[in-house]
């Protein structure tokens, strides 16, 4: 008989916790997204009033389990 599974992949995916990123200063934010293994994209901000302005939504939740290296989606207070 002919085995047709799929391949094992050669690694295992590795997940992660997402940070709490609301309330933090947005240049923390991204910081704390990299730390985590994880990238934050502003999707509101054209400036960041250098860092200043804080994180008031994120998107996954804090908590969650992500791949390592997904998109962490932040909203930067005006």
């Given at each position: 008989m002919i085995d047709v599974s799929p391949a094992p992949s050669a690694e295992p995916v590795?997940?992660?916790r997402?940070?709490?990123l609301v309330g933090v200063p947005a240049m923390?934010?991204?910081d704390r997204?990299?730390?985590a293994?994880?990238?934050a994209v502003a999707e509101n901000a054209t400036h960041?009033?250098?860092g200043r302005s804080l994180i008031h939504r994120?998107?996954?939740d804090p908590g969650a389990e992500v791949?390592?290296?997904?998109?962490?989606?932040i909203w930067v207070s005006a």
């Open positions: 590795r997940t992660v997402v940070p709490e923390d934010a991204h997204a990299l730390d293994g994880l990238l960041t009033a250098g994120q998107d996954p791949e390592h290296g997904a998109i962490v989606r």
